[in-house]
Each structure stands twice: as C-alpha cells, then as structure tokens.
C-alpha cells in the first residue's frame, strides 16, 4: 500500500505562490504516474496536474497552464506542484494522488491519495 502525505498549503494572498509537496512511502514511486487534484466547496473535483513516469508526458488543466508546474524528484519519492500567480479561484483542498498507468482525468482511476492540503488565496 502506498502512502502519500503533503504539505506547503496554507494562506496567501492573490497573486503570491505556494509550493505543495507530496512524499510517497513506495519502493516503485519512479513508475507511478503522479498528480493534484483540487476540489472546492459547490465545484466538481478536477485534475490540476499530472507527470506520468515517462518524464516527458504532463498534464495541466487550462486554468493553471502557465502557472503551475509540477515536477517528482524519484529520488526522494517527492512530487512537487509549484503555483504561481495564484488567484482566489485556485482556492481548494488540494491532493496529491498517484496511479500505476498513464495520466487520467478520471478520479476514480487513481489509485492512491493523499488527505488532502488546503490552499486559500485571498483577493
């Protein structure tokens, strides 16, 4: 069973950065495609960013594109979601998942999750 812990949310205001951090308790964390997922209160739950293992093959939804940059170091067993520009409407519980297989939209899919870290961004 893997286990995923994050940290780095918190409070910031708009404009301002955040970087969140995912540690992975799993020997095969180089071949696990890893992602955040972000939810908001009355929103549907969406995939914000993923890197499959593959290195070269990432995901971001549009709203975040140019702003956020995920990134794993496999030798710590760390993923990373740098956010910049934040704006109030990235404000969400923030999780970080992983899945053995290729990049996914579908929630379900993803096999592993952390318990989530909430970000707020003021205006």
């Known amino acids: 069973q893997v286990q995923l812990a994050e940290s780095g949310g918190g409070l910031v205001q708009a404009g301002g950065s955040l970087r969140l951090s995912c540690a992975a308790s799993?020997?095969?964390?180089?071949?696990?495609?890893m992602g955040w997922f972000r939810e908001a209160p009355g929103k549907e739950r969406e995939l914000v960013a993923a890197l499959s293992w593959h290195f070269g093959n990432a995901y971001y939804t549009n709203s975040v594109k140019g702003r956020f940059t995920i990134s794993r170091d496999n030798a710590e067993n760390t993923v990373f979601l740098q956010m910049n520009s934040l704006r109030p409407e990235d404000t969400a519980v923030y999780y970080c998942?992983?899945?053995?297989?290729?990049?996914?939209?579908?929630?379900?899919?993803?096999?592993?999750w952390g318990q989530g870290t909430q970000v707020t961004v003021s205006s």
């Open positions: 799993a020997r095969t964390f180089s071949t696990l495609t």
């Open positions: 998942v992983g899945r053995n297989g290729g990049i996914t939209k579908t929630s379900h899919e993803y096999d592993y």
